[in-house]
């Protein structure tokens, strides 16, 4: 039928627009029996298995935390960088595969830290965790601290 519309209408701006209109034609015949077959009851797991359903649960979840995660990480980083303290590099550690984003722990690296000059009489560590518990609501504890110069 396409051959035919193309044999039959001439070249130029028309047969542009008759092609999109028959395009969407075209799709909606093939579409039109879908919900006949489906019956409004199309049920996922017994086409595919619960076992792939639950894969692909899974999966979004540990995307969606691991972005929760990550920007946890820049959060802390920004507000250390506007205290006057940069070159903190932070990993925070979950299990981004449970439902509940729960942080287990937080290692920070402040072996290649610089402090801005007029911050430089400060506690730098008790900074650092004070900003860390107020973003992220861990415990002093949960805290681990590496002071490794590379």
């Known amino acids: 039928m396409g051959v035919v519309l193309d044999l039959v209408l001439p070249e130029g701006q028309m047969q542009k627009y008759v092609k999109v209109v028959y395009s969407f034609i075209v799709v909606f015949v093939i579409i039109s029996p879908l919900p006949k077959l489906f019956n409004g009851s199309f049920d996922f797991e017994a086409f595919f298995g619960s076992d792939y359903t639950n894969s692909i649960q899974t999966e979004f979840i540990g ?32 299990n981004i595969f449970e439902t509940d984003f729960k942080i287990s722990y937080v290692v920070i690296d402040v072996g290649q830290v610089v402090i801005n000059s007029e911050q430089e009489h400060i506690d730098m560590l008790a900074l650092v965790k004070k900003t860390i518990i107020n973003i992220t609501g861990v415990k002093e504890d949960m805290i681990i601290i590496d002071e490794w110069k590379r």
């Not at 995307?63 to 925070?92: C, F, H, P, R, T």
Request: proline share 0%; net charge negative; no cysteine.
């Open 63 to 94: 995307i969606v935390n691991e972005q929760k995660k990550e920007a946890i990480e820049k959060n802390i980083v920004s507000s250390l960088e506007m205290q006057g303290i940069s070159g903190v590099i932070v990993d925070v550690q979950s």
